[in-house]
């Protein structure tokens, strides 16, 4: 057994290299779809603080 590994999980790695890092990309995918719909939803009326 290697106990250099330089990962806490090597099997996470392994993973990651077969079938693409899944995590990243949803938080990506989550990330612009909140962007998107954040400009989508912008009317352009006054925050509540203001008033």
Do not use: K, S
């Given at each position: 057994m290697d106990t250099t590994a330089t990962s806490a999980a090597p099997i996470y790695d392994v993973l990651i290299a077969e079938r693409g890092d899944v995590v990243a990309d949803a938080a990506r995918a989550a990330k612009q779809a909140l962007a998107e719909t954040n400009g989508?939803?912008?009317?352009?009326l006054p925050d509540g603080d203001n008033a």
């Open positions: 989508a939803l912008d009317f352009g």
